[in-house]
């Protein structure tokens, strides 16, 4: 899975870029300071780099400078400040792409796919298929297999699904999940996740008391099983 570091000081506009990204079939990293972000950039080598350039500690700057002297990862920046001068000072640092805000989290995500593209790595184009255990999430085929045999998932159970198995061992709330699988014009209330779930569990043979693929967090919500 393609991993993507976000890296903004507003923590809202974070969050709301990464729940596209992971929605769209992406592994993301987030760090609100500069920083930070050169700490995930070199410890956990992301395939792209999505850089805001007003940050604490170190600015986007000097980050897309660092990290540009250190690897030849992709780097998109973020910027409220949209003129020509600051445009091609990036560019010129080795940004690869350049986003103003404000910027709809589609066109991040469009733009993010675009670039990897181009920089040779083929797939950007498209989310993957996603396998744990026995199971087979399939985003080309819009399918969901076990042990090779179609499970009949309704597309909001794909939805779901799709999300949880993009990010094995990561819990999500009931309203992460309707953000992720359905976007934020959704109009179904959160608990609708639960049936969504309990109709998963019951076609994958899933026992909620002894999971091997959805577990229940209390408290949170659920998570895909990292086996």
């Not at 007003?54 to 992709?74: H, K, T």
Request: charged fraction near 30%.
């Amino acid at each position: 899975m393609m991993r993507i570091l976000v890296a903004d000081d507003d923590e809202r506009l974070a969050e709301l870029v990464r729940k596209y990204l992971e929605n769209a079939g992406f592994a993301v990293l987030v760090a609100h300071d500069g920083r930070t972000a050169l700490d995930l950039a070199r410890g956990r080598k992301p395939d792209l780099v999505v850089l805001d350039l007003q940050m604490p500690e170190v600015d986007g700057w000097d980050v897309c400078r660092i990290l540009r002297a250190e690897s030849d990862v992709p780097i998109i920046m973020l910027t409220a400040r949209a003129t020509e001068s600051d445009m091609l000072l990036g560019l010129d640092l080795g940004a690869d792409d350049y986003i103003t805000k404000p910027f709809s989290p589609k066109e991040v995500v469009a733009r993010v796919r675009t670039v990897l593209r181009r920089s040779g790595n083929s797939a950007a184009v498209a989310p993957q298929m996603w396998s744990i255990g026995k199971l087979e999430v399939d985003a080309h085929r819009h399918e969901a297999r076990l042990e090779g045999q179609d499970l009949g998932v309704t597309p909001r159970e794909f939805a779901v699904l799709r999300v949880l198995a993009a990010n094995p061992g990561k819990a999500f709330s009931r309203s992460q999940l309707v953000s992720g699988a359905f976007g934020f014009d959704y109009d179904g209330m959160e608990r609708t996740v639960d049936a969504h779930v309990r109709s998963l569990r019951k076609k994958l043979g899933d026992d909620s008391a002894d999971p091997t693929y959805i577990e229940t967090v209390y408290g949170v919500g659920y998570r895909m099983i990292d086996r």
